[in-house]
């Protein structure tokens, strides 16, 4: 019986065709590449400007050193996220303060993150779960009436969209990530999207050591030996290799996230009615770049999963909230929807090659377990 698998990234002929094309010229590094991909996302993310990074990680962590955080200055975060942003956080000098989630969407609330500002707070990271955007109009308003920054983590949402305008086209600093399984893979990697045109700089050299010049503009020039050092920068950038299959991928995007949206809605259909299943708010999933699908089960979530992976069919809990580490066990957290939710909350496989029948079996066998 062949195994389902929670994710599985959409690849083939085409990738494979890019990256021996990038092969052929010998320049695997940054170079061109890199930059046609930054152009097109900018067009498709109507952003003025996009630095692709071999992370998301790595783009949290630029984005939130242009803050220049000081020591104990505070980020309201959600728990709920993967441990990735928390890092990011602490590595640009921050201090993370933690917010619950709202039940219905497992999106940032806003009440109790605007309850954390302190004195100390200099910015506010939402975090778009599953790929649905937070409410970025209350996350605003919050901001603005307190001086603060944002930085969004949308490393489920390329894609999305909030009120009509992509996620990645506002004014705060966005990051994305293009990891193996996320809505387009480059096989590894990242981006920040922003509009303020004097961090371009900024952004671009902390991305590669706080060079002035990347590898491709000096490999252009009869004196490309010479480069300046004008600050702290981190080996960050994106090689032309994952930016070719990254631009196979974007044109592919639409209908890839079509299929996942067709499978969300069939789960939809056949969840919708069983006792014990909540679902989430989901709109149709109209102007959603869709990552996850992930059920509330209300009771014996566990004995599911184990039933699950009996049956060869893969799930995964998104996420194990951070204030439960070791390493952030450092404060008494009240939260009490986010320490609820992760007793509940399952992920079942969603991806673009997901078969009909795959996708029956898995509706079969969850069914199966709950009545």
């Known amino acids: 019986m062949e195994k389902i698998p929670v994710s599985r990234p959409s690849i083939g002929k085409e990738e494979l065709t890019a990256i021996d094309s990038v092969f052929k010229t010998g320049w695997l590094g940054m170079g061109e590449k890199v930059m046609k991909f930054e152009e097109d996302l900018c067009r498709y993310l109507q952003s003025s400007h996009v630095i692709c990074t071999n992370s998301c990680t790595a783009a949290l962590h630029v984005a939130l050193s242009t803050l220049n955080l000081k020591k104990n200055e505070e980020v309201i975060v959600p728990s709920f996220t993967y441990i990735a942003t928390i890092q990011a956080i602490r590595a640009a000098g921050g201090t993370p303060v933690f917010c619950d989630i709202r039940s219905d969407d497992l999106n940032m609330d806003p009440e109790d993150a605007e309850c954390k500002v302190t004195n100390k707070t200099r910015a506010i990271l939402p975090v ?65 999207a922003f509009q303020d045109d004097s961090l371009i700089d900024l952004i671009s050299q902390r991305r590669y050591l706080g060079i002035d010049k990347d590898p491709w503009t000096r490999h252009q020039n009869e004196e490309g030996w010479f480069y300046d050092v004008v600050g702290d920068g981190y080996r960050y950038h994106m090689s032309d290799i994952n930016a070719a299959i990254g631009l196979v991928q974007l044109s592919r995007f639409n209908s890839m996230n079509e299929r996942k949206r067709e499978v969300a809605m069939r789960y939809d259909e056949a969840f919708g009615e069983i006792s014990g299943i909540q679902l989430l708010r989901n709109n149709d999933y109209q102007d959603i770049g869709l990552f996850l699908y992930t059920l509330l089960i209300k009771k014996n979530r566990n004995k599911l999963i184990d039933h699950l992976h009996r049956q060869g069919i893969g799930s995964s809990i998104h996420h194990i909230p951070v204030h439960q580490f070791s390493l952030y066990r450092t404060n008494t957290w009240h939260l009490p929807v986010t320490e609820r939710i992760y007793n509940q909350v399952l992920s079942l496989p969603l991806f673009a090659d997901i078969t009909n029948e795959q996708v029956e079996r898995v509706i079969r066998v969850v069914k199966e377990a709950l009545q």
């Open 128 to 192: 778009h779960y599953r790929g649905f955007p937070c409410d970025l109009d209350e996350i605003q308003r919050i901001a603005n009436n307190n001086n603060l920054l944002v930085v969004e983590d949308a490393a489920h949402a390329f894609g999305s969209s909030y009120k009509g305008k992509k996620i990645g086209s506002f004014n705060h600093l966005t990051c994305f990530s293009f990891d193996p399984i996320k809505n387009i893979t480059c096989g590894t990697g990242g981006a920040i």
